[in-house]
């Protein structure tokens, strides 16, 4: 297999840390020498803290008050 | 001691357990509206899921196991009713994504611009509510996945407790919606070159 097709291949895993360390340590030696392969890896990386950003929101105020009205009333 | 001091002291145990869960439950309402967020198309529907979560909690707080993840537990629920919500209002049915490779977004944003893409953050070509967009057109099977896994920050094995689906689904599931989420995000957000 193409090297660079191979690293297309173990990107995810590569960035989710669960590759061995064998695998590893030839994605990162393929990744020094290949600036193709490097910027996709980063762009990987950053991508998945955008969607992180893009798909959060923060609770409305409105619903922690009614969250809190589900509460078993004190006697 | 009397039965009724028994009595009384079993039922002001069991209220002062009662109050602790539903204040520990309270304290993670931001995460667990964090992934409601995500798994439903807008607020308002996120909030009554939300709700209907805390709902049903509060009422089944007893079969909660103290010690045990509560995170993990309230999102149990909420995405049982999730799954519910989605069958009862039958929406398109669901049908096997069309799936690029894992470069598949970055090729297609370098062969827009024509060029190489040298920027430091060529993340931020694209539009944030594109990529929310892209998330909702996501099947829902992966895209429970990928906002426990990617958004919420749980572990595979919560995901796969959450979901009760084996932790190899996870990571299958989680690796095939990425990629479906940048095929989605291309079409939305790239012009064919």
């Known amino acids: 297999m193409d090297p660079c097709d191979h690293c297309e291949e173990v990107m995810q895993p590569y960035l989710d840390r669960s590759l061995s360390v064998e695998e590893k340590q030839a994605v990162e030696l393929h990744l020094d020498e290949c600036p193709w392969c490097s910027k996709r890896f980063r762009f990987e990386q950053e991508f998945r803290g955008y969607v992180r950003v893009a798909c959060t929101e923060e609770m409305p105020p409105s619903l922690r008050e009614k969250l809190a009205a589900l509460r078993t009333p004190l006697l | ?193």
């Open chain 2, 1 to 193: 001691m009397s039965d009724t001091d028994t009595e009384g002291r079993r039922i002001a145990n069991e209220a002062r357990d009662r109050v602790r869960f539903e204040e520990d439950a309270l304290e993670l309402s931001d995460q667990v509206f964090r992934v409601a967020r995500g798994l439903v198309n807008s607020r308002e529907e996120a909030e009554d899921l939300v709700q209907q979560t805390y709902e049903r909690a509060f009422r089944s707080w007893r079969s909660f196991t103290p010690g045990t993840n509560l995170r993990a537990w309230l999102l149990r629920i909420l995405t049982n009713l999730n799954i519910d919500r989605a069958r009862r209002d039958q929406r398109r049915p669901q049908t096997q994504p069309m799936e690029e490779t894992d470069y598949f977004l970055y090729n297609r944003l370098e062969q827009s611009a024509g060029e190489p893409l040298e920027e430091d953050r060529v993340v931020e070509r694209l539009s944030q509510d594109d990529v929310v967009g892209a998330l909702s057109a996501v099947p829902h099977d992966f895209r429970d996945v990928l906002v426990l896994v990617d958004i919420g920050d749980f572990s595979y094995q919560d995901a796969a407790q959450i979901l009760d689906i084996p932790i190899g689904t996870v990571m299958s599931r989680l690796h095939r919606a990425r990629r479906v989420l940048k095929q989605e995000l291309a079409e939305r957000s790239v012009e064919a070159p």
